[in-house]
């Protein structure tokens, strides 16, 4: 029995209803909410400020530090609170992302605090947390190149989709199920996070990388309206 | 003690030609070779060498209560940490993100592909499973480590035998082992990581090369229905990687699944245990 309507009844290239709006943290100096559905992350952005201790600073350029946690209660079997060997990754990949686009030979010595907390999971926390950061970012006035916008592409059986669920990562009828999540730049189109779990024959690669642009072009319109000040809310 | 910077500068040089400081083509890949049972009173151990890097690889295992969620499999976790042997940079401590990442990296390669077939690790459904627990050393780090490391973890993986298990105390009887082999399957992962240096691609890079890089593809293909299937991918690094350049990443390591899989499978078959 192949994969022919998605489990939510989503068309294929179809995202879940999107929340996003900036400035739910008021002591930060840039925050942001970004929702797919039922996973929601809020971000906060502190700094750029000096970096402490002084032996961490790079003497040509700030770093990005991300911090990713989880609510304890935000997945159905409690998550022990405290960084695990998962989050430490996505804060790395994160870190990594929002580096690829500031540019931080303008703040030598400093840092700027990332800190990322996913309310509610449903599949797809690192690119909700990435967008959410991303608009933090820009809430907080850091100057970036280009936008980024993040969203996982799934293989599920045989067929491509965008923004998948928990439900769908728990699919595993004919070729199973693949989690790609994708983040790009707004203009270049450039990869600035990628990963994947599962199975993609090589020839299908492009049409997930097809697929994460067109989701992406969605998700930065989202994010832009969110820093012009509009608080979306497509959740019944 | 080198400047990492005037490196990194003969390496962009280099590269817009097409060379390497050590005469490689961007795609062309250091000696490899692989030993196994390096360390006895493991369940299955390896030694791999690319070029000047050396990392050795042991697989223990253990008997334990499933996953909730998966309760007729075994359970699989990977480690790394790099020895303070491996080099200068490196002390004693906690394992850094580079380990965190490489342990992860190369845990996703082999359990998406189904080279381990997991439900025949189990021993009474929702009980007791058999856990593979993979430790990943570093003892020399000459660059592509985390390459290295995944052919170890396979190596080893080949070669464990199972530990005599008492059935009915439910203990494992630890250095005495019996003629049973793993539960593999033919979907031996190969994992290849792409480094970016300037706007070059290149493949296998020694630790100069690694230093000089600003991004890192590694992706792990194996076989699907005869079919070469990408089950794991991480991009690493703080610049951003072009589709194009993802296009010939893909395209390539078509081209090196077809050169490095005969070649360790060849090394592999070659040891008596």
Redesign the interface.
């Known amino acids: 029995m192949s994969y022919t309507k998605r489990l939510d009844k989503r068309k294929f290239d179809e995202l879940r209803p999107i929340k996003a709006e900036v400035g739910i943290i008021p002591n930060a100096d840039g925050s942001a909410l970004f929702a797919f559905g039922k996973t929601i992350a809020i971000a906060a952005v502190y700094g750029p400020k000096p970096l402490h201790p002084q032996h961490m600073q790079e003497p040509d350029r700030g770093i990005i530090r991300c911090n990713y946690n989880m609510l304890p209660f935000s997945v159905t079997?409690r998550a022990k609170p405290g960084p695990s060997?998962?989050s430490?990754?996505i804060s790395?990949?994160t870190a990594?992302a929002l580096?690829?686009v500031v540019d931080l030979t303008r703040f030598p010595g400093t840092v700027i605090d990332v800190d990322i907390l996913i309310l509610q999971a449903n599949a797809s926390t690192r690119c909700a947390g990435i967008n959410a950061a991303a608009m933090a970012l820009a809430h907080a006035g850091v100057v970036m190149k280009e936008m980024v916008s993040s969203v996982s592409i799934g293989k599920i059986d045989d067929k491509i989709v965008a923004d998948i669920t928990k439900e769908e990562e728990d699919y595993h009828e004919g070729?199973g199920p693949t989690d790609?999540p994708f983040t790009l730049?707004s203009r270049?189109?450039?990869?600035?996070?990628?990963?994947?779990?599962?199975?993609?024959?090589?020839?299908r690669?492009?049409e997930a990388?097809e697929c994460a642009k067109n989701a992406c072009d969605k998700i930065l319109d989202y994010q832009m309206r969110a820093l012009k000040g509009e608080k979306i809310n497509e959740n019944e | 003690m080198q400047l990492p910077n005037i490196n990194k500068k003969r390496i962009i040089t280099l590269l817009k030609e097409g060379k390497r400081l050590d005469q490689r083509k961007p795609y062309d890949i250091r000696d490899i070779t692989i030993e196994t049972g390096v360390s006895i009173n493991a369940e299955g151990t390896s030694r791999v060498k690319i070029g000047k890097s050396e990392v050795i690889v042991g697989v223990k295992m253990d008997v334990q209560t499933p996953y909730?969620d998966h309760e007729d499999e075994g359970t699989m976790v990977t480690s790394m940490e790099f020895s303070p042997v491996a080099g200068e940079r490196y002390e004693a401590g906690p394992p850094q993100?580079d380990s965190?990442?490489i342990?992860?990296v190369v845990d996703?390669g082999i359990r998406?592909?189904?080279f381990i077939d997991w439900k025949k690790l189990c021993i009474k459904s929702g009980e007791k499973v058999w856990s593979i627990l993979i430790d990943i050393y570093c003892i020399n780090d000459d660059g592509n480590i985390l390459d290295a490391s995944a052919i170890g973890a396979v190596a080893a993986l080949k070669v464990a035998k199972f530990p005599v298990y008492n059935e009915e105390t439910g203990k494992v009887k630890y250095g005495e082992f019996t003629e049973n082999s793993l539960p593999l399957t033919e979907h031996l992962p190969i994992t290849m990581s792409f480094y970016k240096i300037g706007d070059k691609l290149l493949f296998d890079p020694t630790r100069d090369e690694e230093d000089a890089s600003e991004a890192r593809?590694t992706?792990s293909?194996s076989l699907?229905k005869k079919?070469?299937?990408?089950?794991?991918?991480?991009?690493?690094?703080?610049?951003?990687?072009?589709?194009n350049e993802?296009?010939e990443i893909?395209k390539e390591?078509?081209k090196l699944y077809d050169i490095l899989l005969p070649k360790i499978e060849k090394q592999i078959k070659a040891i008596k245990k």
């Open positions: 079997e060997r998962r430490k990754e790395m990949v990594n580096s690829s070729e790609i730049t270049t189109k450039e990869i600035v996070h990628l990963q994947l779990d599962g199975k993609i024959q090589t020839h690669f492009a990388v | 909730t993100m965190i990442e342990a992860r996703r998406e592909s189904g593809i992706l293909v699907f079919e070469k299937a990408i089950n794991s991918m991480q991009k690493g690094g703080i610049t951003s990687i072009k589709l993802m296009d893909i390591s078509e």
